[in-house]
């Protein structure tokens, strides 16, 4: 299971790829959005699930144990240098979420990367960010009940937008030959021989 | 012949160090044997290369031609042995280097796209790159790198940006960073095909005189050979199946085979330029609902008086760099004519894409407007905007063809017929006339095998005929083509050529970007820039000029950070995340808060805040405060003030001190000083350099949306499929790129350590200074600060 150079390659080009767009997100569609959901933030967090797109389509595609970190880590990296509005808690942050999809793996023992693995992996993700980061720091003083409502729309979020939205975009990506030198794309082609 | 048995070069692969000042001498080239060579992608029918056996004597210098789509940079990359790093086939036959399958850093292959090689933000440690994934010391590292760049002629020193080359200098930089191996076997693929004659002769001699000094063997691949006759001594020529159809001694084998090679589409020195090819001008002629067209010579686009000024983008590599602006383009006039064809031609760097792109309405200018006029704007309703550029996307694409630099930004579906016909369908047109105007000129540009291709695995002269179809197919009124003739052999010139031809003939106002002479032959009118700025109405090639770069604002005094490296300031950020849980109540918050506010000129220095960076954290601050009063048990005020600042508390000062961070410096930090693993901290280090330009990827892929018709229009749900549709297209070009760097990156030894015992070397230390460790210290105390006083 050593990494090639290609998936190392290729896993930090996506994760900058993916800031490219966060980019673009955070300064023209984000504050908007922010702005319809000010009046119950824990809507907010049906958003969160974008940013862990780029941790649940790392794993899909190159499927090594460390693939979910390190581009969820890189994709964070984009954001810490461009500047972003949490500074450098987005690192851990990145590690956090990547480490949910690689739980999610883990248990699957890397050998499902269906449906099922990127809901969980999304689910979890969303899960580590917000138990562990947000519920400390950004909803600290929230009450109790709130907090178990906001993390159920962290979750919510992954499972729908990082799970079931990442598999889509690496089954898209495949089927248009892009991802011919890794285990998706090569699928692809098994099943619609030449 | 005295071969090198491969155990003795295995272990190391380090050759010896160079002599500072002058190219590195090998002792020998590298003797290069083929055998049966046969390589079939999956996904394609038939074999790219079929049964290729080559032998080839150290030091000889050989020309690899053939017509576009023959296999030739295919082969190169199986010469590199970097065939199957990012591709998946069928592979049989053999590649021996001096009798050793095992290439390491004895071979130095250069890509088509010398900008698909850079990893590096400053042209020294680009150059490095390879030394350094081999292992060499630090010292012997450097002098390589002088060297290299002193044998290509490299006018800049080794701390110039290399995000400010022109593209004959990214070559140049691009073939230094390959030398810098001292490579016995040297490989490149159309190294000068990019750039206008005057740059194209420098980088030619540059390569020459490298590969002279050092007597390594040379294989080159180019369309072009009359420039290189001289300079090599053998021709291998490969036909349209894959397999070699020529192989001797240059000037034997075009004196004996002229004209079958010419018939094969070979650029034969001496031999007249092809004529046009005839296509019906019925394929080409403009459809607008006014009818065919304009009257010949009447004026259909209107650039008055545009000039177009670059700002750097939101840049990874921004904050320690002043902005820079540049002036591409200085109150230009232009007229696109009916059924008038002008060129636009000038050095590399001149401001011809710029041009073209304002006349194609796809960009728009900082100063100045592009009108449409006359018959153009016939069913553009009673008052059409003004400039071209605010055109809505169909009416934009029913009047415009437009054709990229890079042709293969161009895709917009996954077949090539699909995607030549998605103009036609949006514009809604007559579907059985789309289909056989797309299947003949598929057919007239050599394309009809392809044409269920995906267009990504065309080759790079195909894709750009491919992307000619796609302009001209729905029949626009203005085709505006940059460098449509590149990569193309004597054959598919004559058609592209004949598709200009014809579509001028049939009324539609033509502009073409290029520096191919017969091209700009063909031309009625031209239009020669230099520097941004028209000149005389005679061609005249120079060096490119400088463009003006406005000055950037002098530093201040830079505080503890500026004397801080990336590490100890990454780690300061992160311990003040780790305090911030520990700030219970609002007492202990403000005094937190206030021990960061006193001591932040120290840290920071006296230079005025950074308040565009810091505007995204305040919001945040202040959204979390709200959102915690909100929600708190009881609503109180005191809730929200103490969820806010604690926030504020790690990420007001992690946004200033993250902006001190340089990402290159940081991934040296985190290779020596932590010890991480060197491939993945340079695999993001690499990336990281293409943050901008995928970003300019996004906006290039929108503008070819926009003029093929298939811009997001004004429903929402417009904006969100067409916002869909960029996000893939942005993806897919990455992992491409991706792909490209890989076998760059291979090629210069990126995967090296893993096979050997040698462990990669890093150029520049990773120094840990007194401030270093003063910045840990207060960065500890003040993270301390919430525990301490919870305790009192």
Known sequence: ?194 | MSRIPPETMAPTGVPAAGVAGGPTPVEQGAHVEVRDLTWRPFGRREPVLVGISLHLEAGSRVLLAGPSGSGKSTLLRALAGVLTATETGELSGSVLIDGSRSTGSSVGLLLQDPADALVAGRVGRDVAFGPESFGMPRDQIWSRVRSALVSVGFPYDQDHATSALSGGETQRLALAGVLALTPRLVLLDEPTSMLDPSSAAVVRQAIMSAVRASGATLVLVEHQLSDWVDEVDRLVVLDSTGRVSADGPVAATLATQADSLAAQGVWVPGVPAPGLLGVAGALCAPTLPGGHGGSSGSVLVWADSVSVTRRARASVMSANRPPRQVQALQDVCAEVRAGECVAVIGPSGAGKSTLTALLAGVDAPTRGRVRGRGELLVGMGASPPDAIHRWASGALAARFGWVPQQAEQAVVAATVRDDVLSTSRRLGRDDDAAQARVDGLLEVLGLSAVADADPHSLSGGELRRFALAGAIAHGPSVLVLDEPSVGQDRLTWSAVAGVVAAARDAGVGVVLATHDPLLIALADRRITLAAGRIIGPVAEQRPPGRLPTMPAPAGRFAGLAGRSGPLSLLVACIVLVCGAPFISDLRTALIACGIEIAVAPIVLGFARPPWRRLLPALFAVASVSFSNWLLSPGRELSAGGLAGLRVAFFVVPGVLLASRIDPSELGDHLGQRLGLPARPVVAAAAALYRFEGLGEHWDQLARIRRVRGLGPGRSPLGRIRSVVALTLGLLIETLRQAGRMAVAMEARGFSAAVTSATPRTWAEPAPWRPGDSLMLVLALLVAAMPLVLSQV
């Open chain 1, 1 to 194: 299971m050593r990494w090639r150079g290609v998936d190392l390659i290729t896993a930090a080009m996506l994760a900058v790829a993916f800031g490219v767009m966060f980019w673009g997100f955070d300064t023209l569609i984000y504050p908007f959005l922010s702005v319809l959901t000010a009046g119950f933030p824990p809507l907010g967090e049906l958003m969160l699930g974008i940013w862990l797109i780029p941790a649940v389509v790392g794993a899909l595609v190159v499927r090594r144990p460390g693939a979910a970190v390190f581009t969820e880590l890189v994709a964070a990296n984009v954001e810490l240098f461009l500047g972003n509005k949490w500074g450098a808690a987005v690192l851990l942050s990145g590690v956090l979420q990547g480490l949910g999809v690689e739980l999610a793996l883990a248990l699957f023992r890397h050998r499902r990367f269906g449906v099922a693995v990127a809901v969980l992996g999304g689910v979890l993700s969303a899960v580590f960010e917000i138990v562990f980061f947000e519920w400390q720091s950004y909803v600290a003083d929230y009450s109790s009940a709130w907090k178990v409502i906001y993390l159920g729309c962290g979750m919510v979020s992954g499972a729908v937008v990082t799970g079931v939205g990442g598999l889509l975009l690496v089954r898209a990506l495949a089927r248009s030959g892009a991802l011919n030198a890794f285990p998706p794309g090569q699928e692809i082609r098994e099943s619609h021989p030449a």
